[in-house]
């Protein structure tokens, strides 16, 4: 089971914003696509999860095609999506944000159990179920995002810069909790992130995007180690 | 005395008729960012369906019955045959803020035409199922019936529904979710589409409510809503758009206003005082009286 991404081609507006773009995420490990600001990589999960529709190219997981596929159809069949800018609803209740993943599914109990276990990863969140959504900080709405897609028992999980305005040490916290999804969870992740070195350090893969395409894959360890891809995109 | 409290029992029974109106707009428009003009068009057909039972069944309540259901079937339709594919097919250009407003004053006119078609352009009447003669106070008869009593119970009721359907359901929280945030609503794997018809059949069977509580006290006919139509969107507008509180508590400012006016002043006051209302809210809280960025639940 794994994500495979082939010569995708996507338009944002009147912009290229992929080119021609082939990777693969092999399943139960962590990737990251790292990249600028510009580079293409929203655009690029936003595709993969239905809200985006490409020009051309293919994109399967579990050897199922993905693309031009309802974002809802997606969700329900294990592909979660928590796009940037904490996506929770500020004017609900974390009880009610939390519940939303799990309205449509059958198996009631479970997804009993998958709140139980989300409040078990982030017990704030256990403290803050009455709160309005919007009252929290962007940890916590960071959290928040991630544990409403857990509810769903995703087996892919697409991460839109969970760390996008949060404090070093938040980031940190952060970013153990989603590598130790991994295998609590079983789960295959790819994270999107600016935070390049961050990123690379949890991961088991990267992509590095640049102005739309691939200009790296490997290892994340190869990535972070190769002084071409360090100076040049990483920063150091 | 009296006519103090005649203006306020008088001022609940006509505010609650708008909170209807009101309430099935601001479910379109907080679940699609329409203002639904056909809704007075929608009201009459399923009113004028009310009348129709009314008369052949001998019963009123049977006619409202059928009238409610017969006002979500029509929403659903409208949604999901009409106004769907005009959102997918309008996607760019200065078209798509206007298109499905523009979409919805046409579908009024159609509506009406298809009405005036059927039934005519005469004015008829539903008899009420219960008295419409004011009640004696202090040896008076006062404007306030047991049908105004009646009506203000069944929008008590209906109110309390919403509110529990909207607070403590599944199908609620979605219709929320789906309202404040749609694309979050989808990637949590909400059919948002589906859930936003079902938003569209409740607005219709709200208004459907509404013309079949208006009507005893006044007469159908194709453009019997027109006048509920403004004083509902007035109310909504007052209530800040987006909340069903809002709407209702909008509608009641309003319904106080205009019967205040008209009872101490002149009943010719009507529309100044709601249009009055209308723009010194726009002027002095153009968000409305009502509305709140955060914290809102309903």
Not at chain 2, 170 to 181: D, E, Y
């Amino acid at each position: 089971m794994s994500l495979i991404v082939d010569n995708l081609t996507i338009d944002h507006g009147a912009i290229r914003a992929i080119n021609n773009v082939s990777f693969k995420v092999p399943k139960n490990k962590l990737t990251a696509i790292i990249g600028a600001n510009g580079a293409g990589k929203t655009t690029l999960l936003r595709t993969l999860s239905g809200l985006k529709e490409p020009e051309s190219g293919s994109a399967t997981w579990n050897g199922e095609s993905i693309l031009n596929r309802r974002t809802e159809d997606l969700a329900r069949s294990g592909i979660m999506h928590v796009s940037d800018g904490k996506s929770v609803i500020s004017e609900l209740t974390v009880r009610d944000n939390l519940a939303l993943s799990g309205l449509w599914r059958k198996d009631k109990k479970d997804v009993s159990n998958a709140t139980n276990e989300v409040i078990e990863i982030f017990p704030i969140l256990g403290q803050r179920l009455g709160q309005i959504s919007g009252s929290l900080s962007g940890g916590e709405r960071q959290m928040l995002a991630i544990g409403r897609a857990l509810i769903a028992r995703p087996k892919l999980l697409l991460l839109d810069e969970p760390s996008l305005g949060l404090a070093p040490l938040i980031i940190g916290q952060i970013f153990q909790t989603i590598k130790s999804l991994v295998t609590k969870m079983d789960l295959t992740v790819v994270l999107v992130e600016q935070n390049a070195v961050g990123a690379l350090k949890i991961a088991d893969e990267g992509v590095v995007l640049n102005l739309g395409s691939v200009v790296a894959v490997g290892s994340a360890d190869t990535l972070l180690s190769d002084p071409v891809v360090r100076s040049a995109y990483l920063g150091f | 005395m009296n006519q103090f409290i005649t203006a306020v029992l008088t001022s609940l029974s006509s505010g609650a008729i708008y909170a209807l109106m009101s309430i099935s707009l601001v479910l379109v428009w907080r679940s699609t960012r329409v203002v639904n003009f056909a809704q007075a068009g929608q009201a009459v057909f399923t009113t004028f369906i009310g009348y129709e039972v009314t008369i052949r069944t001998g019963s009123y309540w049977v006619g409202l019955f059928v009238a409610v259901i017969c006002g979500g079937l029509v929403g659903a339709i409208i949604d999901r045959f009409f106004m769907r594919p005009i959102f997918k097919r309008v996607k760019s250009g200065p078209i798509v803020m206007i298109a499905p407003v523009v979409a919805t004053l046409g579908l009024l006119g159609l509506i009406q035409s298809v009405i005036g078609f059927i039934w005519g352009f005469n004015y008829v009447s539903i008899e009420a199922p219960v008295s419409t003669q004011g009640y004696k106070l202090f040896g008076t008869v006062v404007a306030f019936s047991p049908f105004n009593l009646m009506v203000l119970i069944v929008v008590t009721i209906a109110m309390l529904l919403l509110t529990l359907l909207f607070q403590k359901t599944n199908i609620g929280l979605a219709l929320r979710a789906s309202a404040f945030s749609p694309e979050i609503a989808r990637l949590s794997g909400i059919k948002v589409d589906a859930v936003r018809t079902l938003g569209w059949a409740i607005a219709g069977a709200a208004g459907g409510l509404a013309g079949m509580l208006y009507v005893p006290g006044s007469y159908l006919h194709p453009n019997a809503m027109d006048v509920l139509l403004i004083f509902g969107f007035i109310a909504a507008v007052i209530g800040g758009l987006d909340s069903l509180f809002g709407a209702v508590a909008g509608a009641m400012v309003l319904g106080f206003a205009i019967n205040f006016a008209a009872s101490y002043v002149s009943y010719k006051l009507v529309f100044t005082t709601a249009f009055a209302l209308l723009i010194i809210v726009l002027l002095v809280k153009p968000n409305g009286l009502f509305s709140s960025s955060k914290g809102r639940k309903d």
